[in-house]
């Protein structure tokens, strides 16, 4: 019992609390008792902790109504700093289904009974699959109109058959009239209540999860790709990829990471190589103790732009000097005369494994469905006159969509968001764009309040503004606060990112003062020196000090952390 001065601060408090203020009180004594039963130093659940849930709202929707209760839910839970998003049932694969672990369905009911004509499918899909949701739970809002002899049927089947399908009930279903509002205020209420009910137990797979992505080792993943479509438009200089690759299973990645593949030769480049040496290819050579083909040992080889050091080494083998601009081991081969009793063995020593290449990866896995995506730039250059592509950007392009791709996750914790309340200030010229694009979809999805500060260039407006329907989106919902843009060669004297710096010095300079975090990606010479020249510029101009002085400010910006940098 609580004595009587405890009481009456107890009754004060309550007083006048608001439901969701009663609600988070119950949480929170719930997880001190918890926390007192595990261990007299535990400590009490907040409510920041506490809400890790994750809910996909669905609605199915025939006049809007639906969709408008699903939006103001995902209003309400981003305030409280719930994770979640919305999508239209007609957009939502059922196959997905498997791999939630929560759903909050907000389903009309239309003429007799029926589903909206977006839902129709869905609830087909979900009838003739035997789709198994165990791991899934779920709730239903169903709108309509109790005129109707079957009052909110829609709902009522959908309800029964995720139920069939295994999954579990979250809340009971909830018939909403044609006056909706009070019960969906309500619904909120409860899901919130209930969330902080199995808040633990994600807490408790979230840290699993983290542990498991911080082992170190690369674990090698496999995926397909499954959708791939060059960004720019007709008449572009450029040639710039965004590939989607929908693995096999969970890949752990945070924005900011990277991936990583290891690419093969060309064949037609391979072919070439083992003609001039006329040797067959499927002739099998043993180095140490591995015995492969020839043109699996030629496939998995570097040989582009080969070190002066393999090129002197080459040279030494076939008894012959090489000239300095020539790197490629098809080029050098041509102009030898290979010795009737050549060891290809030697010469397969030589050759170094492809090394991987890196990729900022361009998605959030929490928003793009665990997906992982890329933009790429095929990277095209003229040698021995002809035209070339980069090996790893070229091997990509030409990748066949519907094809199976083996890659890895490269932790870059240098390159990380920063708390949901911080403003950030991201420069990304080019295929710099690329984690910026994860970044803000990262904290669109997770309800960040922080403001978001975008400068992005590129050849032309027309031909090269890369994601820019998703951009413009991102204006229109607020998620991103600002846009600059450069786009060099849309005028006759170029413009870049660093002269939009310049332009905008004063509101940069007042952001920095406030504390945002300041992101380059792009190329590391000349963009990202410049783009340091042009920041420093500003906090010399805005804060009327030497340069050298600016320059010691942005020096401590890096050093704090501040100022982040994935160039290359």
């Known amino acids: 019992m609580l004595s009587e001065s405890k009481y009456a601060l107890l009754k004060e408090l309550v007083k006048d609390a608001s439901n969701e203020e009663l609600i988070f009180s119950k949480g929170y004594i719930a997880g001190f008792l918890d926390g007192n039963h595990q261990s007299k130093s535990s400590v009490a659940i907040t409510e920041s902790q506490a809400i890790t849930v994750k809910p996909v709202i669905i609605?199915?929707?025939?006049?809007?109504?639906?969709?408008?209760?699903?939006?103001?839910?995902?209003?309400?839970?981003?305030?409280?700093?719930?994770?979640?998003?919305?999508?239209?049932?007609?957009?939502?694969?059922?196959?997905?289904?498997?791999?939630?672990?929560?759903?909050?369905?907000?389903?009309?009911?239309?003429?007799?009974?029926?589903?909206?004509?977006?839902?129709?499918?869905?609830?087909?899909?979900?009838?003739?699959?035997?789709?198994?949701?165990?791991?899934?739970?779920y709730a239903v809002l169903g709108l309509g109109d109790s005129s109707y002899p079957l009052y909110n049927n829609a709902a009522v089947l959908l309800d029964k058959i995720l139920e069939e399908r295994g999954a579990t009930r979250l809340l009971p279903l909830v018939k909403a009239d044609v006056d909706y509002s009070d019960l969906a205020n309500k619904w909120e209420v409860d899901l919130f209540s209930k969330f902080l009910d199995v808040a633990n137990h994600q807490r408790v797979l979230s840290a699993e999860k983290t542990q498991q992505s911080d082992q170190g080792h690369k674990k090698l993943y496999t995926g397909v790709i499954t959708h791939k479509v060059i960004l720019n438009d007709i008449g572009s200089n450029k040639q710039t990829y965004h590939i989607e690759i929908t693995p096999d299973e969970e890949v752990l990645y945070e924005p900011g990471d990277a991936l990583g593949i290891y690419p093969k030769n060309d064949i037609t480049v391979v072919d070439s190589i083992l003609s001039i040496l006329k040797i067959e290819s499927e002739l099998q050579i043993k180095i140490d103790t591995e015995t492969k083909s020839a043109n699996d040992w030629f496939i998995d080889r570097n040989v582009l732009g080969l070190s002066k050091r393999s090129v002197?080494?080459?040279?030494?083998?076939?008894?012959?000097?090489?000239?300095?601009?020539?790197?490629?081991?098809?080029?050098?081969?041509?102009?030898?005369?290979?010795?009737?009793?050549?060891?290809?063995?030697?010469?397969?020593?030589?050759?170094?494994?492809?090394?991987?290449?890196?990729?900022s990866i361009s998605s959030s896995a929490e928003a793009h469905d665990g997906q992982v995506h890329l933009t790429v730039n095929l990277n095209t250059f003229d040698a021995n006159g002809a035209t070339k592509h980069g090996l790893a950007s070229g091997y990509l392009a030409d990748y066949p969509v519907g094809s199976a791709i083996s890659f890895y996750i490269h932790k870059n914790n240098?390159?990380?968001?920063?708390?949901?309340?911080?403003?950030?200030?991201?420069?990304?010229?080019?295929?710099?764009?690329?984690?910026f694009r994860s970044f803000?979809?990262?904290?669109?999805?997770?309800?960040?309040?922080?403001?978001?500060?975008?400068?992005?260039?590129?050849?032309?407006?027309?031909?090269?503004?890369?994601?820019?329907?998703?951009?413009?989106?991102?204006?229109?919902?607020?998620?991103?606060?600002?846009?600059?843009?450069?786009?060099?060669?849309?005028?006759?004297?170029?413009?870049?990112?660093?002269?939009?710096?310049?332009?905008?010095?004063?509101?940069?300079?007042?952001?920095?003062?406030?504390?945002?975090?300041?992101?380059?990606?792009?190329?590391?010479?000349?963009?990202s020196i410049d783009v340091i020249q042009a920041i420093t510029e500003v906090v010399s101009t805005q804060r009327k000090i030497s340069f050298e002085q600016a320059k010691e400010i942005v020096s401590t910006l890096i050093d704090e952390g501040r100022l982040l940098k994935d160039v290359y």
């Open 414 to 435: 240098n390159f990380r968001l920063p708390p949901e309340d911080k403003d950030i200030i991201m420069i990304g010229p080019g295929t710099g764009i690329a984690p």
């Open 312 to 359: 002197g080494l080459i040279g030494e083998l076939f008894g012959v000097s090489f000239p300095d601009d020539v790197a490629d081991l098809e080029y050098l081969l041509a102009g030898v005369e290979i010795p009737e009793e050549f060891s290809i063995e030697s010469l397969v020593k030589l050759l170094l494994p492809i090394a991987p290449r890196l990729y």
């Open 59 to 137: 609605y199915g929707t025939e006049t809007g109504n639906s969709k408008k209760v699903a939006s103001t839910l995902l209003a309400g839970l981003k305030k409280k700093k719930i994770n979640s998003k919305v999508i239209d049932v007609f957009q939502y694969d059922v196959e997905k289904l498997k791999k939630e672990s929560l759903a909050l369905f907000v389903i009309s009911t239309q003429g007799e009974g029926e589903f909206p004509q977006n839902a129709q499918k869905f609830y087909e899909s979900l009838q003739l699959q035997e789709v198994n949701l165990q791991n899934l739970t």
């Open 440 to 527: 803000i979809a990262e904290r669109d999805s997770v309800g960040a309040q922080g403001r978001n500060w975008l400068f992005f260039g590129e050849q032309h407006f027309v031909h090269d503004f890369y994601y820019q329907t998703e951009v413009q989106d991102w204006l229109a919902s607020g998620i991103l606060t600002r846009l600059e843009t450069a786009f060099s060669r849309d005028q006759q004297q170029k413009i870049y990112v660093q002269d939009r710096i310049r332009e905008k010095g004063e509101e940069l300079n007042q952001w920095i003062e406030d504390g945002a975090i300041i992101y380059i990606c792009g190329q590391k010479a000349p963009m």
